[in-house]
């Protein structure tokens, strides 16, 4: 396993996940990330670290820079699967990769604020 992946497993191992009811207007099951359009783009915290959401993947950023590859780096994986749940104010995104699952779901609090559910108090800035 490289270090990128590494990183990026013990990134989320460290994190708890939650899911909340599924109050989505659509969920998609397939092999790519389509995050919706009001929530593309970077959004950071105060400490400058957050999230890049772009048209077909998603970023974790610390300090306003990449410190892994971006989750469709882990595609090639033979059992690599995408389910989301998306609506106007809500973004889950559930993916499988060598065996784990790994869910990310934000919710938007305004058009340049949203909340990362696993993490009580989290906030993010559009920038």
Not at 77 to 106: C, H, M, Q
């Given at each position: 396993m490289n270090n990128k992946m590494k990183k990026l497993l013990l990134l989320s191992a460290i994190l708890v996940?939650?899911?909340s009811s599924d109050d989505s207007n659509s969920?998609?099951?397939n092999n790519t990330f389509n995050p919706p359009n009001w929530i593309q783009g970077?959004?950071?915290n105060s400490n400058s670290s957050g999230w890049e959401f772009r048209q077909d993947d998603i970023c974790l950023l610390f300090l306003n820079q990449a410190v892994a590859d971006c989750l469709m780096a882990n595609s090639a994986a033979p059992d690599?699967?995408?389910y989301e749940e998306i609506s106007e104010t809500r973004y889950?995104?559930?993916f499988t990769n060598g065996g784990s699952e790994f869910t990310y779901e934000f919710e938007k609090i305004s058009d340049d604020?949203?909340?990362w559910v696993a993490?009580?108090?989290s906030v993010y800035e559009r920038q």
């Amino acid at each position: 396993m490289n270090n990128k992946m590494k990183k990026l497993l013990l990134l989320s191992a460290i994190l708890v996940f939650a899911c909340s009811s599924d109050d989505s207007n659509s969920s998609v099951n397939n092999n790519t990330f389509n995050p919706p359009n009001w929530i593309q783009g970077i959004w950071l915290n105060s400490n400058s670290s957050g999230w890049e959401f772009r048209q077909d993947d998603i970023c974790l950023l610390f300090l306003n820079q990449a410190v892994a590859d971006c989750l469709m780096a882990n595609s090639a994986a033979p059992d690599f699967s995408v389910y989301e749940e998306i609506s106007e104010t809500r973004y889950l995104a559930r993916f499988t990769n060598g065996g784990s699952e790994f869910t990310y779901e934000f919710e938007k609090i305004s058009d340049d604020l949203i909340s990362w559910v696993a993490v009580d108090g989290s906030v993010y800035e559009r920038q």
